[in-house]
């Protein structure tokens, strides 16, 4: 039995579905494909809600490379812009806890969490959800690994066991830095369950492979780059915030778009003007002998006010940002950023500080 087997096994006319939150990493991506192929053990198999346009899938090469190599096909899945009509779906979602955007007038149809963030919403925890799991983890994969192993074991055959394997372990040492950084007891739980299934396992060459994979950007342009990893919320006062996460430096980024004939800023004001932003994050992340943060800001919409600019100075403090380099633009900020704090950290602190 193979993956692309068991998802053909899904409903045409789906009632389920489990959706991955909107930057549609590799953990969202896994952890909804691996949740829907354990549904197919019940009563109630849940469908993949891929949420991202079908055209963006193209932009997280990593993920690509896993559908090829355990021949995932797309055709059992539904994408943020296929027309379909969601009134009636319930929703499980993995990776996040809250429905946002479009999607947000569905929150009343969520009918289970597997999460790893902090709760958006404390509405949530007064509902009936099952499955009904938050808690910390590197990887959220490891939570959905904890709820559904027993079931694997005792319906899925070896050969199934070992290509889920691959897939669950590529979003457990990817976001763990091979078990290096985030660790919790569900990281090592579930990557020790995984591994027994696949002899020779070689977790080193694995997350070198898919680290390569995931930093190979160089052939999109700086819209592209900018809405590949993504995420939106509005502020506790009903600011649009947007983030958008690289595994580039700010240096990089500005030398990539010049290569394209364009200038970085420009492409990112109309990047944050399509989204109707109010303030906009790029959030760098990337290796140069060791691991190296770097932390932007376009303020688009409030600039000069005095509550931007305690926020701007509360947001220094808290992150241990330094000037990267000074920007000839007072709406502009660019910091080189000492705290090893990552979007799930950062999100939660501006979302309420604003």
Known sequence: MSIRSILAKLPKYPKLLVIGNESMDIDSFASSVLFSLYSTTSTTPATPFINIPRADLALRPEIALIMKQLDIPVDNMLFADDRTDLSAMKWILVDHNQLTGPLAAYNGNIVGIIDHHVI????????????????????????????ISKAIDAHMDPSAQQQLAQLALAPIIIDTSNLQNRVTHYDTEAFEYWTAKLQGFDAASWYAVLHTEKANVSGFTTAELLRRDYKQWTSESGLKLGFSSSVKSLQWLHEHAKSQNQDFDTEWKKYAAEKNLDLSFILCSYQKDVQCRQLC??????????????????????????????????????????????????????????
């Open 297 to 354: 800001l376009y303020i688009r919409t409030t600039t000069g006010s005095e509550d931007t600019n305690k926020f701007v100075a509360a947001l220094k403090k808290e992150f241990n940002l330094e000037p990267w380099i000074d920007s000839d633009q007072p709406n502009i900020y660019k910091w080189n950023q000492r705290s090893p704090a990552n979007r799930k950290a950062i999100a939660p602190f501006v979302r309420t500080s604003l």
């Open 120 to 147: 958006e919403n404390e509405a949530i925890t007064k509902m009936q959800l099952d499955p009904y799991l938050i808690d910390q983890s590197g990887s959220c994969c490891s939570l959905v690994t904890k709820y």
